[in-house]
Each structure stands twice: as structure tokens, then as C-alpha cells.
């Protein structure tokens, strides 16, 4: 790991849970805190964001973990992946993360009640028991980031193997895929965020090397397991058009885009009051250095034309090497799906029905229904 979990603090009602025990034993020498749950809340509120991803509670969570995505207001499309919120907040640090003034919660966190989230995934499964569906761990945490202490990506892997009519991503910035490479692959995508060189070294803190999560990229491949990649948030700098097509070509020339189940392309965007984060915890970060506006669903996006071409950039590059790979835009508005990808999804059922259609169409290996247009009304 390219970071040190310096503290562990222990929810008194999960001391003896499996997944405390474990973490607890590979961080043999962090400081561990017990601390009454009604008191938790008190504990972590002074602990600053910068101190957080040192630190790691492990609890219990009542409530939903596995829901929607949270998405954004139309016009902008969103796909209807389904989240699973195991873990939250990541020890890297990325200048542009979301998480930093999203979640209002400052510590690395890791739920212990992985029986309550199997229930809530099934019960979601027979709900819709026709539709395709697309979980992720990488919503509110990097998935693999915790990997090394946790083995939550194996237990994952194995939780869907052979699950008809759904599949897991595991999404990352880092190379943690060992404990993913010990499961069979079955209905488990590896992902990886990705981003030129340039970029990873000032504004993607200990994350790791492009040729790094790609050397991992090759080795989840050629373990059987279907890969996918988000170019995303995509960042204006100097010199970025060559830089993208750069990461293209360094993606395609070491792995078999037949492996390839999705690409995503998602613009730089934040709410407004963000800003003030990104300026008091980088005060060196380049990433609000650009002409952004306010856009239709409140957040701040670099105008239409710049964004237009950011995403013609990539797209033009991935068609030379493979032009029936599934594009999707993260929070785009439908004329730029028409403009860049050439079709518009009519709503977000309509999109998350191409998605399911494209996934049988590619890894026919996988057991799932036909998808039918019906079973994705929202
Ligand atoms: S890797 Fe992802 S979750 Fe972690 S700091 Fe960066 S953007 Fe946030």
C-alpha cells in the first residue's frame, strides 16, 4: 500500500467481529481505540480530513447500504448503477474528490455487517427478478484502496460468482488486485480510473502510476476477469489532448480490449461550494484553473464547447482501436451522447437497458435474461 493506517478505531459492538479481528492483526503496530457507539460521534468530530486517511473505524451500519446511485437532476443522463456502501471515504487523496465535502465524514470507514448487505442485495435482485443489474463498491470509497486489510474484493467476487442477471465492478486507482486474483472471476469486473501522467502526479495523491494500475489491468485479464475503464472526472491542462490519446493507446496496447466491458467519460464537475475545499486543502492544485460555468443541475462544468471536445478527443481515439466498445458519458446531457456517440438514450431505464444489451452481446458467457425494454421503466 502506498499509504500507513496509523489508528484503528473499534466500535464496541463489533470487537469481535471477523472483519475487526482481521484488519486488527495486519496492522499490528496502529494505535486501536475501543469506543462506546454511542460516543463514536463525539470521537470523530474534530479529526480533519488529512488526519481521517490515517485513521480507520470499523462499525455497523443500520439502514440502506445498497441503493441507487445517487446521480444528478436531469437533463443529464445517469446510468442506474446500484451502489453498495460498504466503505466510505479512501486513503488517497485526490485533489478534485467529491468525497471530500460530500459525505460530511472525515474518517476512513468500514462496515462490519456484510450479512445485512447480502440480504439487501437479493432482495433488490427478486425484485426486478428480469432486469440486469450493475452493483459497484467504488461510490464512496475506492474499492480496492482497504483491499490488502479488508479482503473484501475476494469475498465480493465471491458473493456474485455465477449470480444470474447481475455482476460487481470493483473500481480503483490503485494496484491492491492480489486479494481480487484469489477469487474466481465469473460475474466480476476490475476497473480502473484513469487519467494521463501528468495529472496522477499533481492531483492524484498515492495513487498509483497509470503503468501500474495497467500492469494490474493485464494481470486481472489474463486471471479471467472482464476490465472496464473511467475516464473520469477528464481535466483540462496543458498539453491534455496528446496526454488522453497517450492513456488510450497505453490502455489498448496492454490489454485485449475484447476483455473490455465499458468505458465511461465523465467531465471534471463539483457543487459550487466545493471550491473552497479544493482551495484550502491544495492551495498548489491547477484543477480550478479553467473557465467553468454553473450547469443546469447546479454544478460546475467546464462550458459545452470544452467539454465537447474533451470527450471527442477520447472517444475518436478508443473507435481506432475498437469501435463497437459500450462508451457511456457520466452525467452528460442527451445532445452530447447525440453529438460525441452518435445515439441519445431516451431516459436513464432507456440507457440501463443498452447497458444490459451490450453486456449479452459481449460476454454471452454471462447468465442473464434477454433484456427486454419492459423490465427497465424506472
Ligand atoms: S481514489 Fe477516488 S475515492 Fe480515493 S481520493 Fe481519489 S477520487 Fe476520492
Not at 486489510?149 to 470493483?170: G, S, V
Not at 447546479?298 to 462550458?303: F, L
Amino acid at each position: 500500500m502506498q499509504f500507513k493506517i496509523e489508528k484503528i478505531i473499534i466500535d464496541d459492538r463489533v470487537v469481535e467481529d471477523a472483519l475487526t479481528l482481521q484488519v486488527s492483526s495486519r496492522l499490528p503496530d496502529a494505535d486501536v481505540k475501543i469506543i462506546h457507539h454511542k460516543e463514536l460521534a463525539q470521537e470523530l468530530e474534530s479529526i480533519t480530513l488529512t488526519e481521517g486517511k490515517r485513521i480507520l473505524l470499523i462499525t455497523r451500519r443500520s439502514g440502506e447500504l445498497v441503493k441507487p446511485c445517487p446521480a444528478t437532476n436531469p437533463p443529464y443522463l445517469c446510468c442506474r448503477y446500484t451502489v453498495i456502501n460498504q466503505a466510505w471515504q479512501c486513503p488517497m487523496d485526490c485533489t478534485y474528490c467529491v468525497l471530500q465535502g460530500y459525505l460530511g465524514k472525515s474518517v476512513m470507514t468500514v462496515f462490519s455487517d456484510t450479512d445485512v448487505i447480502h440480504s439487501q442485495i437479493i432482495a433488490l435482485l427478486e425484485s426486478e427478478p428480469r432486469r440486469f443489474f450493475r452493483f459497484g463498491t467504488g461510490e464512496l470509497a475506492d474499492s480496492l484502496a482497504l483491499d490488502p486489510l479488508t479482503d473484501q474484493a475476494a469475498q465480493w467476487i465471491n458473493f456474485f460468482y455465477n449470480r444470474p442477471n447481475t455482476l460487481i465492478e470493483l473500481k480503483t486507482k490503485s494496484d491492491n488486485i492480489d486479494g481480487a486474483l484469489k477469487a474466481a472471476p465469473s460475474n466480476a469486473v476490475l476497473a480502473w480510473s484513469v487519467n494521463p501522467k501528468q495529472l496522477i502526479d499533481k492531483e492524484e495523491l498515492h495513487a498509483a502510476s497509470l503503468e501500474a494500475r495497467l500492469v494490474a489491468a493485464k494481470r486481472a485479464q489474463e486471471a479471467g476477469f472482464m476490465l472496464a475503464f473511467h475516464f473520469d472526472p477528464m481535466v483540462l491542462f496543458p498539453g491534455w489532448e496528446q496526454a488522453y490519446r497517450n492513456v488510450v493507446q497505453q490502455i489498448f496496447s496492454t490489454v485485449d480490449s475484447k476483455r473490455i466491458i465499458w468505458i465511461s467519460l465523465g467531465a471534471f464537475r463539483f457543487p459550487p461550494s466545493f471550491d473552497d475545499v479544493i482551495r484550502q486543502r491544495f492551495p498548489g492544485s491547477g484543477i480550478l484553473n479553467a473557465e467553468m460555468i454553473r450547469g443546469l443541475d447546479g454544478k460546475m462544468r467546464y462550458i459545452r464547447p470544452l467539454r465537447e471536445k474533451l470527450f471527442k478527443t477520447v472517444v475518436d481515439e478508443i473507435r481506432k482501436y475498437d469501435k463497437n466498445l459500450f462508451l457511456y458519458f457520466c452525467m452528460e446531457a442527451p445532445w452530447m451522447w447525440d453529438r460525441i456517440l452518435g445515439w441519445t438514450p431516451d431516459n436513464n431505464g432507456h440507457l440501463d437497458y443498452h447497458f444490459a444489451l451490450s453486456v449479452k452481446k459481449r460476454f454471452p458467457q454471462i447468465d442473464m435474461s434477454t433484456p427486454d425494454i419492459a423490465d427497465y421503466f424506472d
